[in-house]
């Protein structure tokens, strides 16, 4: 159950739920929840960009803020040498590939890593390590509408259950 009594704060082990609109420096907006979608994260897990999480911190349900974070709170600075280039081999025959598209590879350790395609050649793909926002200022408005405490799953888990704590992930249900 969301809590809404005016004593309630945003801080880590809670559910946060907001509604937002992310805009870049140039007032382009490149982001935005829906009114009847809002987003939901666990505060204090590293849900969301720090810069941004940071900026909720203390926060109460009603409050409508513009947040500014900077590249080095947000998705990083870009580093040129996060460009690699892979064989086309190395991807199935039949993926539809396409530039900007993100996809996630796994390590040998069993992490996971996003990468973006930034160009298709007929022998190789080039990929980019760096999130496409890299090296921008984020211009967030941010209002809140729900905070309420973690499940003991969605703790476990190291997010949310949905906007009420009921919604399993397919991941967290082999868990």
């Not at 203390?58 to 870009?78: L, N």
């Not at 973006?116 to 090296?135: F, G, K, Q, T, Y």
Request: include cysteine.
């Amino acid at each position: 159950m969301l809590e809404s009594t005016a004593d309630v704060v945003i801080r880590d082990g809670k559910v946060v739920i907001f509604n937002y609109v992310l805009r870049s420096d140039e007032g382009e907006v490149l982001d935005e929840s829906e009114a009847d979608d809002p987003m939901a994260y666990l505060h204090g897990a590293d849900n969301i960009v720090p810069g941004l999480e940071s900026q909720m911190s203390g926060r109460r349900v009603g409050d409508r803020f513009d947040a500014i974070v900077p590249p080095s709170e947000g998705y990083g600075v870009r580093d040129e040498s996060a460009i690699r280039v892979i064989p086309r081999e190395a991807f199935p025959e039949d993926a539809d590939l396409a530039p900007g598209m993100e996809l996630v590879v796994e390590d040998d350790e069993g992490d996971l890593t996003p990468i973006w395609i930034a160009e298709l050649r007929d022998d190789v793909v080039i990929v980019d390590l760096n999130h496409p926002l890299a090296d921008q200022t984020l211009c967030f408005t941010v209002e809140i509408i729900g905070i309420r405490d973690a499940t003991e799953s969605e703790i476990e888990h190291g997010h949310p259950h949905g906007v009420d704590g009921e919604e399993l992930d397919e991941d967290d249900e082999d868990e």
